[in-house]
């Protein structure tokens, strides 16, 4: 049966490191904290002239390169983000605009950190309603630069980055099941409150910190931990598959402690966890595709494994897949 499968993949991260030792220059913190309370020590930060769209452009030439497809014969092209350059056009405008693939239809989409997983399970219905389509799915954020930078409970998390996948169908190896979901009863316990059409950039009397990311940390990691555990184990079932089967998991990387806590109530072994948080903090919905396609790379991930993908973010949005290789 024709499957959407995943032809390629690529990424792009900045330049700039920054280290814990930096933001403990910044902001009261301590290497110390950041390790055992995240994982993470470093995180890539965008300088002068490196932009959401060339992180994102770059990413998507590295994933058509893999999957030997021209920027001319994309039809489709999806960004996950909610970081692009402008308000308006969309990021995928501007990397269509990059790549000349001009014959795609491209929009972005708002599913924060689970964006790319949203992405891909979009290009899934499209390529089973028609197998000859070539989709691309970007995952990218400059979070940067909707960080408070003196608020030491974000400031230390977040990075910049960018990943992306392009999709078309196959026989053999791809996409066996998807499960998404939302839940938006708590929105506020994550998010960025000003510089919507609510609170418009410059409105008077919204304190500065308002366009900023918020986040009640310690309420979002239970629910974090909740969601993923329960999306993994639903999009496992659709699958007929357990645990056990999976070769490879790639969570959302927002802190390893919920990344090992959902491993462990999943009974997958951390040695078939793909992590690499430590060197790009959370980007997002960068994170799932950067990892991705570092695991791609390095050999780890082969032919006919079974690989889960799962996230959590903002809104809340969740969801996970379930792909052959
Ligand atoms: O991307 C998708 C969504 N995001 C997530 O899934 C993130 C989920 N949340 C988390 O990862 C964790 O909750 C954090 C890493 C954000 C925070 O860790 P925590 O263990 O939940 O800490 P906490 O917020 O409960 O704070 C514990 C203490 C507090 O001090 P008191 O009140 O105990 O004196 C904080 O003020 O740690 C303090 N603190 C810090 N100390 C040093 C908070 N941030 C820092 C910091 N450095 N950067």
Redesign the pocket.
Known sequence: MIKAAILGTGRCVPKKILTNADLEKM????DE??TT??GIKERRIVSEGETWSLLATEASRQALEMAQVAPQDLDIIIAATFTSDYRLPAGACLVQQALKAYKATAFDLAG??TGFIYGLSIAEKFIKDNPKLKILVIGAEVLSAVTNWED???C??FGDGAGAAVVGADEEKGILSVYTGSDPTVWDL?CVPAGGSLYPPFKEGVPKEEYFVK?K??E??KY?VRYMEEAARTVLEKAGLEPKDIDWFIP?Q??I??INMVAKRLGIPLEKVIVNIEKYG?T?AATIPIALDEAVREGKIKRGDLILLDA???GFTYGAIVLKW
């Open positions: 902001v009261d913190t301590s904290w950041i309370r995240t924060a950190c030491r409970s974000t230390v998390l994550l986040m940390g310690n979002v990691f974090a959302h927002a802190n402690r919920i959370n997002s959590f973010g903002g």
